[in-house]
């Protein structure tokens, strides 16, 4: 059995729920702030941030996600800060994506393709994701590698080819995306044994598949992501009280299988980051 430390990520907000769905979304910068910090004490070591705007919608505000990051270092917590640059799967033009980098996170999101995302098209063309990757590079922020299916784990090989992405490589797979990888154990191993050796790997799935998949990660050897941003409920018919309990129950799943969740700092160490902000 794999007892090595687990990486556990809380996706608090997203770009697409609202709180009409669930009045506990966190959208303002203090709540997410509030949502990452309290999931933080529950064992999350990465946060994965969306901003939203005033009225709740999805936006690439820098001052938004400046606001947010300073929110949650003023109470003493040192998570792991990654921005989306996902730009609400077609919603804003290329260029705002970028914006999110400017705030100083030490990971951000890579879409590593182009995708049917529901009834949109999630537009990351070649030259889009290289410009990405080169000025995460330059910005000195660690990619995390998002893949809804096989073939953009190549896309991604690409960039690494290319020396724009730097190992350790830090993959998210996302499955259950109606136009991604369905999200079956089947999937999830091929997607795992189509990385290099050495990778680091996370998976998230959509709604109700959220905690099965996250539980096969415990069992295999990879790490996992929760929250709101995936799924709104704790389980069928009930909303989730918050993102804490969410990351509350994948700990305790993943301690009475043998994996302690890692600190922030023990997951900068695995993956290959500096010193933690705090210090
Ligand atoms: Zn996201």
């Known amino acids: 059995m794999n007892t090595d430390k687990i990486i556990l990520s809380v996706a608090t907000t997203g770009s697409w729920a609202s709180k009409a769905q669930h009045p506990g979304l966190p959208t303002a910068p203090e709540e997410i702030a509030q949502a990452a910090v309290e999931s933080w004490?529950?064992?999350?070591?990465?946060?994965?941030?969306?901003?939203?705007?005033?009225?709740?919608?999805?936006?690439?505000?820098?001052?938004?996600?400046?606001?947010?990051?300073?929110l949650i270092r003023a109470q003493g917590c040192d998570l792991l800060i990654n921005f989306s640059t996902s730009g609400g799967a077609g919603r804003v033009d290329e260029g705002e994506r970028f914006n999110s980098l400017a705030a100083g996170p030490e990971l951000a999101s890579l879409d590593a393709g182009s995708?049917?995302?529901n009834q949109r098209v999630f537009l990351n063309p070649p030259d889009f994701i290289e410009e990405l990757?080169?000025?995460?590079?330059?910005?000195?922020?660690?990619?995390?590698?998002?893949?809804?299916?096989?073939?953009?784990?190549?896309?991604?090989?690409?960039?690494?080819?290319k020396n724009l992405i730097q190992p350790p490589l830090w993959w998210q797979f996302v499955l259950g995306v109606r136009g991604g990888a369905p999200a079956t154990a089947r999937d999830l191993v091929h997607l795992v044994e189509s990385v290099p050796a050495g990778s680091?790997?996370?998976?998230?799935a959509v709604g109700r598949h959220q905690l099965p998949m996250n539980?096969?990660?415990?069992?295999?050897?990879?790490?996992?992501?929760?929250?709101?941003?995936?799924?709104?409920?704790?389980?069928?018919?009930?909303?989730?009280?918050?993102?804490?309990?969410?990351v509350a129950r994948l700990a305790r799943i993943a301690r009475e299988c043998g994996r302690e969740p890692a600190t922030p700092q023990e997951a900068r160490a695995m993956l290959g980051l500096g010193d933690s902000p705090m210090a």
């Not at 000025?135 to 190549?154: N, Q, T, Y």
């Not at 680091?200 to 998230?204: D, G, K, N, Y």
């Not at 409920?233 to 804490?244: D, I, V």
């Open 215 to 246: 539980v096969l990660a415990i069992a295999i050897g990879g790490h996992a992501r929760t929250g709101l941003e995936d799924n709104l409920y704790y389980r069928r018919g009930e909303l989730a009280q918050s993102n804490a309990q969410l």
């Open 41 to 70: 004490r529950e064992g999350a070591a990465i946060v994965h941030v969306h901003a939203r705007d005033e009225a709740g919608k999805m936006t690439c505000d820098l001052a938004r996600f400046r606001r947010i990051k300073e």
């Open 115 to 117: 995708m049917n995302f």
């Open 200 to 204: 680091l790997w996370s998976v998230c």
């Open 133 to 161: 990757a080169r000025r995460m590079l330059a910005a000195h922020v660690k990619p995390e590698i998002e893949v809804f299916d096989s073939g953009m784990v190549g896309n991604a090989l690409t960039l690494v080819e």
